[in-house]
């Protein structure tokens, strides 16, 4: 049962579209943008939409949801609570588990506030796919949420198997790094990632998904307690204030950055 094949589809600028399809054909589509690459994808592989998951509200990643629901009426769409989501037909929360006829498949939920109140990310399957929260090299800007909300998140997050596939909403990996390597121009994994990186956008592929193992090693969002990372960071210390604090520069650092 369990050869689920996953599939980044690109849309709208720079976002990426899951598909999650069992050998039968039946598969989920994670945060469609857009319904239109969505559509082509299925078609191409000769697999049909049995459900949707959502993680948060922004329009890049519900704004396909209309369309393909009207295509295929019935599927469940499982979001967050939000009443910026409309088209939801089960609400989720945090340490919820939901499970999946067709493709047979189960996620554990786990809230992560911080991109926005009501984003939320789905496990299973050694897999996560996390939105907007948690990107190849780099994390979501904090629209709705403080720097120590964004950090218990990706707290949770790195507690997963290290081996866990990280499904993330953009492809920023490039511009991420080029950031990163302005925090740690002496990490040899991140270079490496960096370079690994180049090739790939070169061939045409994504950069994604990546393993939570490469993020730890590459990642300043979870690496602020690094020695290196938290003394370029200026405030250092032990407590929780301080790591919030260090989180919020290198996030205050990033959001003014030009690649
Ligand atoms: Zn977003
Ligand atoms: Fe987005």
Partial sequence: MDALRLLPVSALADNYVWLLADAHGDAIAVDPGDAAPVTAALRAQGWQLRAILLTHHH???????????????GITVFA??????????QQVGDGDRIAIDRPACRFEVIAVPGHTRSHVA??????????????????????????????????????LPDATRICCGHEYTLSNCRFALTIEPDNAA??????????????????????????????????????????????????????????????????????
Avoid: W
């Avoid at 967050?80 to 037909?89: K, L, M, S, W, Y």
């Avoid at 979501?140 to 507690?159: C, I, K, N, V």
């Fill in 122 to 159: 789905y496990h299973g399957h050694g897999l996560l796919f996390c939105g907007d929260t948690l990107f190849s090299i780099g994390c979501g800007r904090l629209f709705e949420g403080t720097p120590a909300q964004m950090l218990a998140s990706l707290d949770r997050l790195r507690t």
């Fill in 59 to 73: 329009a890049d990643h519900v704004g396909g949801v209309e369309v393909l629901v009207k295509g295929t009426p």
């Fill in 190 to 259: 991140l270079r490496e990632r960096h370079a690994d990186a180049i090739r790939q956008r070169d061939r045409g592929e994504p950069t994604v998904p990546t393993t939570l193992a490469s993020e730890l090693a590459c990642n300043p969002f979870l690496r602020t307690d690094q020695p290196a990372v938290a003394a370029r960071l200026g405030a250092t210390g032990p407590t929780g204030a301080d790591r919030a604090a260090r989180f919020g520069a290198l996030r205050a650092m990033k959001d003014a950055f030009r690649a």
């Fill in 80 to 89: 967050p609570q939000d009443e910026r989501i409309a088209a939801v037909t």
